[in-house]
């Protein structure tokens, strides 16, 4: 038996996950297909970053915000399916058919497209047998500065992630070094000022050339660096080594020849502040989404997803109101809050 949902999220970042939320307090049978392994998105990769930039909410670290996200999303229940790739999209009479690298099929009657901007990839250090420390002191992210006290730490890279972490890291680690190819960083002018007056040592013109093994092979203890313009090469003991190259992007789906939505850039969809795109029955919402006046915060994010979840409903329920109802007075948060005051008040 084929089970046809209202709405089905490809993408489990903050855009996916607000909008599996919002789908729900709007009474859709709601399934979310993710092909990463963990909810999240790009927030993942800096799980110990503080994020400032969501109204009415104090700072709070990556790996955290996450978690509530992911808490917030499955208040109504949605089914969700992580390490799943959906390959391609066809529509069938009123229905969309989703196939996956699986083989599976899923079915819904709309579609919303939350991907982001595509499944990235970390581009990796393009050194013979690099991948073979990467379980050791070769890192891609930075998942816990704990790790990082009192190291002798190398940063190959030259952009914001890389300075970033240079100056998170600068003031617990032993010595950090950020070497970069070019002879100008491409980080932005602030964050390499901030870099500087954290005294952050920074090598341009300089790239990795060779790694050397401990005794037992198992991680990095020697890191060779050359610079291109004076052609001279060092050797220096280390203890982690972490690589900031940017990311690879893979497209995460192709549509039917059938299904018309225009692109951006040839990536990026483009569509309206409602999350509606050219295509009936198909919305998106978050980065993947690009429409006039569109804010690229995470602030965006969220109203994208009740805009495209909104739209939704009232193409599957003409008669529905076009905006849901707030929260203070929903009836189906009715009996949660009265949970939660009582809570408070004990």
Not at 121 to 137: H, I
Not at 184 to 191: D, G
Request: net charge negative; glycine share 8%; aromatic share 8%.
């Amino acid at each position: 038996m084929q089970h046809i949902y209202d709405v089905t999220i490809i993408g489990g970042g903050p855009a996916g996950l607000y909008s599996a939320f919002y789908s729900g307090l709007r009474g859709l049978k709601t399934k979310l297909i993710d092909s990463q392994q963990q909810l999240g998105g790009k927030v993942l990769l800096y799980p110990e970053k503080l994020i400032w930039d969501i109204g009415g909410h104090p700072p709070v670290l990556g790996e955290q915000f996450v978690k509530q996200l992911i808490a917030q999303a499955k208040t109504f229940d949605p089914t969700i399916l992580t390490g799943t790739k959906v390959d391609f999209i066809e529509r069938q009479d009123d229905i969309f058919v989703l196939h996956t690298a699986q083989g599976d099929k899923h079915y819904s009657k709309t579609v919303l497209l939350a991907v982001g901007g595509g499944i990235i990839n970390p581009q990796k250090l393009s050194l013979e047998g690099a991948e073979k420390y990467e379980m050791t002191n070769l890192h891609y992210t930075v998942q816990s500065y704990r790790h990082f006290v009192d190291k002798e730490i190398i940063i190959s890279g030259g952009g914001n992630a890389a300075l970033d972490w240079a100056v998170e890291l600068n003031p617990i680690a032993k010595n950090v070094t950020v070497v970069y190819r070019k002879d100008k960083l491409s980080a932005h002018e602030a964050t390499i000022q901030e870099a500087l007056n954290a005294g952050v040592n920074i090598e341009c013109h300089t790239t990795i050339s060779k790694l050397t093994a401990n005794a037992d092979k198992t991680a990095i203890q020697l890191v060779t660096c050359e610079n291109s313009k004076t052609k001279q090469s060092y050797t220096r003991q280390i203890d982690e080594v972490i690589v900031s190259h940017g990311y690879n992007r893979e497209a995460s789906l192709e549509l039917d020849q059938a299904i018309t939505v225009p692109k951006k850039d040839d990536y990026y969809f483009e569509g309206k502040a409602t999350g509606e795109t050219e295509q009936p029955g198909i919305f998106a919402a978050g980065d993947i989404l690009s429409f006039e006046g569109k804010i690229h915060l995470l602030l965006g994010t969220f109203q994208d997803a009740a805009n495209a979840v909104n739209s939704i409903k009232t193409y599957l329920e003409p008669t529905a109101y076009r905006h849901g109802v707030v929260s203070s007075h929903n009836e189906v948060f009715k009996e949660k809050n009265r949970s939660i005051i009582e809570k408070q008040l004990k």
